[in-house]
Every structure is written in structure tokens, then in C-alpha cells.
DNA sequence: TGACAAACTGATCAATGTTCAGTAAATTAT
DNA sequence: ATAATTTACTGAACATTGATCAGTTTGTCA
């Protein structure tokens, strides 16, 4: 009696087409390139029926935000292997901010959503939250040696992620044009290397 | 001969009551909820009008983009008056956090709009990058007093602006809501107090 | 094969930003 | 004062949007 998994599988291909055609014309134009009769012509099917895998747009992008967490987690496991915890810290914000420069629309939707949340409160399984765990992870291991003064971790994971977060959205919105295009990559590398100064420097 | 100057004073004019009628709708529910109809009803012109003294929908959304910037410089002078540069800087930081999260949707405005510096470049008289200028003169008196370890004063700068930015856009996103409330202001004043930390401490 | 259910269609709706021929008001010339 | 001209404004119209739903096609099972 496999019927209702061969469903359930069609109906998350579906659901997955739709998803990817979505996300194509998303990173090509942004938010008002996606429209449901261009994912419809995508995917060669009539936009009435997208609503029937999916509640309305705002349902999809909230989807392709999610993605985009699971994105920024796919190589987080490449971190560990840096035994240094300032180095695997120094590393993970130089990753994040490469990431979002790559994939700048998909970056500012992953921030831009609002409704990221809202479904029954923050959920510990959801990727948004499962990457900041892994970030505050290698703040503690840089607390628990000493390099930075006695603070709290979450604190302190938040007051770095802050950083790295606003260096991302600034560039992205191009509010650090005013700096010379060719020392741009330096100034942000050092700025956050600024707020990884040790204790003592 | 004021002929002209009043024709100008009246453009002027109209022009004022259009973005003031866009902020009203702006405020009170987003990008979506100002219309080109709607501000017509509340200036009581017809649609059609709005066009002879704007360009178009976004060029109404840059000009209160603008006009966010010039809020939040508002009030710079009074930090002035604050001697020590730390504490100024310290002062400065809790103002611009306060006035993201009492103006949530202007804030986001201010950093949302890609087109900012578009035209012709970045201009140093533009309201945004004056109000970097200020921050960025106060990061100087840090740097002056021996406080944060020798650096560029634009790369610290940038990097304690990010922080600003990155909590504020991270509180208003609700990415922080994972935390309890009660905590909140608190975790994000340390976080701040964080990247403030001086040398050797 | 026939009855039922599930999947899909596409015309349709209200609302959007924008345009522009036409009208009204204000200004200048006669 | 009246006519001519410029300026200000209107609102119907257009293409496109997200969303709906009666009707059709396709698939499943007795």
C-alpha cells in the first residue's frame, strides 16, 4: 500500500520544482521577478496550480529563505576541523561574509522575512538557529581559552554575529561605497578583525 | 518678479504634503501599504498628479529614505556635550539603537533602499554619509585617548557601525526573539559594551 | 467498465504602478 | 476686459500582479 508515499513524493517534487524555479527567478531579479506566472511557465504548469502545494507567495519565499539557512549550514562542518578557536572563528566570518556576497538577494531574504518566526515561536530544530549554535559553539571555545574577557557566550556570539551581519547587509546595500572600491575587501576583513581583538590588544 | 519663486515654493509644497502622506501610509504598514491611489485620497489629488512632482513609486521611497537619515542626525548635537569619547560613543550607540526600534519601519527603509548612492556617486554632503562622518569623528577621540589598540579610524568605525547595524537589523528581522524578552534590552547593551571593550580589558 | 476522487486548468477578480488625451485654472498678451 | 497661451490637474485606460474557483482532465479502485 506504497500509494500514499508515491503521493506524498510527487507532491514534495512538485513542491520542489516549484521551489527551484522560484528560487532561479529570485537570485536572477529579486523579489518582484518572482511572480507565480513565470514559476508557472517554469515548471509548464498553470499558476492555480502552485496553490495547490503552496499557501500563497509569501509561503514560498518563506521557503526560499529557508533554504538559504540550509545553505549557509551546508559547509559549516568544514569549520571543525580547525583546531584553533580564534582561527575557526576568524575563518566561519570570513566564510559568512563570502557567502553573502555570492548570493546577495538570497542573503537579504534570508534577513528580510520577518515571518521567519512566527509559526509557534523559534524552533530549536529550525536552520536559522541551528547556525547560530554553531557560531556561539566557536565563541565559547574562544571564551573557554581565554581570549576574550569573561562575558556570557550568547553575548558575546551576538555582538560578533551583529558585526558580520551588519558588515554583510552594509555591503550588500552598498553603504560602504564611499570607500575605495580596491581597499573595500581589506577595511571589512580588518573591521571584524577588529571585533575579534583579544583580550590585552 | 516672485513669480517663479512662488511656483516653486508651491512644488515645493505639494511635494511635502506627497511625502508626507507616503510616510503616514509608510509608517503604519510598509512598502506595501503606500499606493500611489492611497496617497492621492489623503493629499485629495488624483493619482495622475503625483507624477508631475515625482518620478515614480520609488522615487518617493528614496526622498523618505532620506529623510529617516536626517531624523536620526537630529539629535547629534546633543551627544556632543558628552566629554569623555567613550561614553559619547557608548551614548551614541544606545540613541541609534533607540531609534531603530522606535522607528522599526523607517529604519529599515533607510538600509533597504539600494538606489541611495546611486546617482553620481556618494556625496559627502548626502545625509547618510554625514551621520557616518559624526560616528566616525567620535571613534577618532576614542583612537586619540589611547583607548582601542592603534587602528584606521574608517575601519573601526565601520566595524562599530556594523555592530549597531547588524542588532538593529537583527532585532527588528525578530532573529534575536529566540532569547527571552526580558533579557533582551540587556543582552543587546552588553553585546554593544562587547565590541566597546577597551584595551587590555 | 463505471463511479469516484484527485490533480489541474485558465478565465476571472480586484488592485497595482504608470501613462496620456483631455479639461480646468492661472498667467500673459492684446 | 478679452483672447491666447501656458500650467496644473484629472481620470479613464493599460499591462501586470496575487489569488480564486467552477469546470475539465487524469488517475484510482470496486
Known amino acids: 500500500m506504497g500509494i500514499k508515499e508515491r503521493k506524498k513524493r510527487n507532491a ?21 521577478n518572482v511572480t507565480m506566472r513565470r514559476i508557472a511557465a517554469k515548471i509548464e504548469y498553470s499558476p492555480g496550480t502552485i496553490y495547490l502545494y503552496f499557501q500563497n507567495k509569501k509561503d514560498i519565499m518563506l521557503q526560499l529563505c529557508y533554504q538559504g539557512f540550509e545553505r549557509l549550514l551546508a559547509h559549516q562542518d568544514k569549520l571543525e576541523q580547525i583546531a584553533d578557536p580564534l582561527e575557526r572563528l576568524s575563518a566561519g566570518g570570513r566564510y559568512y561574509l563570502a557567502f553573502a556576497l555570492e548570493n546577495p538577494e538570497l542573503y537579504e531574504l534570508m534577513f528580510a522575512t520577518k515571518e521567519i518566526f512566527k509559526e509557534s515561536g523559534p524552533d530549536e530544530e529550525a536552520a536559522p538557529l541551528r547556525a547560530f549554535r554553531g557560531f556561539a559553539k566557536n565563541v565559547k571555545d574562544c571564551l573557554d581559552a581565554g581570549i576574550f574577557s569573561a562575558n556570557e557566550v550568547e553575548t558575546t556570539a551576538i555582538a560578533l554575529w551583529a558585526t558580520l551581519h551588519g558588515l554583510a547587509s552594509l555591503l550588500i546595500k552598498g553603504r560602504l561605497r564611499f570607500l575605495p572600491e580596491e581597499s573595500l575587501a581589506e577595511v571589512v576583513e580588518q573591521a571584524y578583525a577588529f571585533s575579534l581583538r583579544k583580550r590585552g590588544e
Chains 1, 2 share one sequence.
Do not use: S
Open 12 to 32: 514534495g517534487k512538485m513542491r520542489a520544482r516549484i521551489l527551484k524555479a522560484a528560487m532561479q527567478l529570485y537570485v536572477k531579479g529579486g523579489y518582484e
